[in-house]
């Protein structure tokens, strides 16, 4: 076999010389070994060719490691912009146009569509549990950060939050709320946001005919986790609901399921938010149906790079039309009327100019170039060989903001204009896929535009993870003069995953337990099991049976967690997905046991607080729920005997026993207690006597 060592270490002149050694043995005949001859020089040339695969032969280049993370499920993650929600509290009602652009410092967010911002706010908040309603309203005031459990400490069917309003969106449109919770921490993510495991909420408002149901996205887990409540309005006539205190349009959210492990706790509420996405927007291409009139308004016009475009028939390219502030010109003009903050209306006439745009799907495309994008729009020329590489001017783009002008030349001369987008593929299309982590574009098929000069038509950067930020900023409204509040983090944002990156995912995917075989592994799944909160997991195997024993203990916020049917049931899904076929698995509830403690104990002069320092000691170690100890494992004399003597305090330890209270559970052997498999030690009745001691007695 090749050994790829020796083939990959040679030098050239060591092959070189085994080469000419072994002429003899192939041809008597050729006995011109000099470098002159034409043979010599052949033979130099395919070891020369030997020696550079033989330096290449374990080399894999980066298009082959993607293609080969690929076949195994790791491909890189694709580059995001953060998402956030702003608020509008103590503002007037006000249009916000697409683009609009929200500013953090050197960070800029901007709205995806048009929005209507400011028409709705919060006045009170109620809920209702144990039969009566509890003024909530602390809730909507950002400087109290005072938990409210907002069901009681036992939440029931029934139980519901009471929001009134000032007034309420329109028909169709849509809202966000985000409630900040004082959450548990140690709760796994769930897979899908929107799935709520311990309880569920049906979300309400109140019309004509009393309340009607409002189609919800709840990512909170119905009050479990911090997050947003997205709600959409269907028809139905709103109505002042006089059923509390504080008047107004009412919306509310009613427990339909009440299981939780932890009850809710709530620490704000902000209401009506709208949502705004981390990028920086430097060249926009907006499209047109209306073809007589153009009305633009965009942060970008002020710049005053713009460029206009006609389609004047159905499924052809467009025409470049020159922006004209008279109308005594004839050709492809449009007459340019420049507003005030970031407008212009750009006005087609056949009649004026002898051309205009046909009445067609996209008759019309405006671009507006930033100064820094105009400078350098034009990117490349289209030479037709496969996997053309060109270098953008700009890095970490938005891929589905960008776009191309590709300009050719028909057979008379004129310029004609094509928007192509990275992905299209269609017969004579231009296709080419964006790297745009790089800022790299490679064409793969260059269709019918050989020749064709590129240049930017659309695009906009983002900042990646940075637009992550916290919660509580006051962002800066470009052009609006007033600033918003955002209640909760940017989520989301990410730069595209470099190889590197995935390698790394690829190598601790390899190291994750997937398949449950060890005991170790069916309790890292089970401590993993999504949405639920697990303090502590121990996996025993009966070989004999053939049979897993899985002890789980809840991380609530109960003294002795129990373990609910919510919880086996979503474990058991996750182990069923795991497990192997001929395996089978039980899960058991935690078994509490208290252990009993008298001793005598000896003191130093001079310490005050004896008794308690050995108490708090020995509560410390017996107390298995909130220590490292798992089910099951044994209690030693000597731990508790050294734990207690090691005090600063203590001279010695006279004498000391400890019993389990309930022998079902524990077994005392040798002055030692082995809890049960699913058993769990905790402080019970501890008797201390203190003896305080001195060198001369007693």
Known sequence: MLRIEETKSRTYEERMTDAVAAIPLICEEWTNHNASDPGI?????????????????????????????????????????????????????????????????????????????????????????????????????????????????????????????DSLPEEGEETSFYIRIDQREGRNALFDRADNIFAALKWEFYTTEGFKELKVKDFTGALLSSGEIKLRFPEGEREIYNGLDTKGYC???????????????????????????????????????????????????????????????????????????????????????????????????????????????????????????????????????????????????????????????????????????????????????????????????????????????????????????????????????????????????????????????????????????????????????????????HAVMDELQNIVHISVMPGTDEEFPHLSEEYRGAIAKTLSERRLITTRFMIMPPIYVGVSVRATVYVKRHFTDCREQIESRLREILNYRESDKNFGEPLTFEEVFSGVEELPCVEYVYELFIRPDNLKYAVLRESNIYPAENCLLYPGQIDIEIITYSSRGV
């Open 251 to 537: 919306i509310r959210a009613t427990l339909t399921k009440a299981e939780y492990d932890v009850k809710p706790r709530l620490i704000s509420v902000d209401a009506f938010l709208f949502e705004v996405w981390q990028k920086d927007t430097m060249a926009l291409s907006l499209s047109f149906q209306r073809t007589e009139r153009v009305h633009v308004k965009s942060p970008i016009a002020d710049e005053g790079y713009i460029l206009c475009f006609g389609r004047e028939a159905r499924s052809e390219s467009y025409r470049r039309y020159e922006l004209a502030v008279t109308k005594n010109q004839n050709g492809r003009y449009c007459l340019y009327e420049k507003g005030e903050n970031g407008t212009f209306t750009l006005t087609f006439d056949k009649r004026i100019y002898g051309f205009e745009p046909a009445k067609v799907k996209e008759a019309v495309r405006v671009v507006l170039y930033t100064e820094e994008v105009m400078r350098q729009y034009h990117v490349g020329r289209v030479l037709g060989y496969d996997d053309q590489e060109i270098e953008l001017p700009f890095s970490h783009i938005v891929p589905e903001s960008f776009s191309l002008i590709a300009k050719r030349t028909d057979d008379n001369g004129e310029e004609y204009f094509d928007f192509v987008r990275p992905g299209k593929r269609s017969e004579g299309a231009l296709t080419y896929h964006l790297m745009e982590g790089d800022g790299r574009m490679v064409i793969e098929d260059a269709g019918d535009f050989i020749g064709a000069e590129l240049y930017i038509g659309s695009l906009a950067v983002t900042e990646g993870p940075k637009g992550n930020v916290r919660a509580g900023n006051h962002f800066v409204a470009e052009g609006l003069g007033r600033t918003f509040y955002n209640p909760g983090p940017g989520r989301g944002g990410a730069f595209r995953e470099k190889l590197e990156d995935v390698r790394t995912r690829f190598r601790q995917d390899v190291y994750t337990p997937y398949t449950c075989v060890t005991e170790n592994d069916y309790e890292v799944v089970t401590a993993q099991t999504p949405g639920l909160c697990i303090k502590k997991v």
């Open 41 to 165: 020089t052949i033979l130099e040339n395919l070891i020369l060719f030997q020696a550079l695969q033989g330096s290449r032969i374990t080399e894999i280049n980066d298009a082959t490691k993607r293609a080969l993370l690929k076949m195994a499920g790791f491909t890189p993650g694709k580059g995001k912009c953060a998402r956030m929600l702003l608020s509008a509290e103590g503002a007037g009602r006000m249009h916000i146009h697409a683009n609009q652009r929200f500013s953090l410092g050197e960070l800029v967010f901007e709205t995806r569509k048009p929005v209507e911002v400011g028409g709705c706010h919060l006045k009170a908040v109620y809920s209702f549990y144990g039969g009566k309603y509890h003024d909530s309203s602390t809730l909507t005031d950002r400087a109290i950060n005072i938990p409210v459990r907002i069901f009681g400490d036992s939440p029931q069917v029934g139980d519901g939050i009471y929001f009134i309003c």
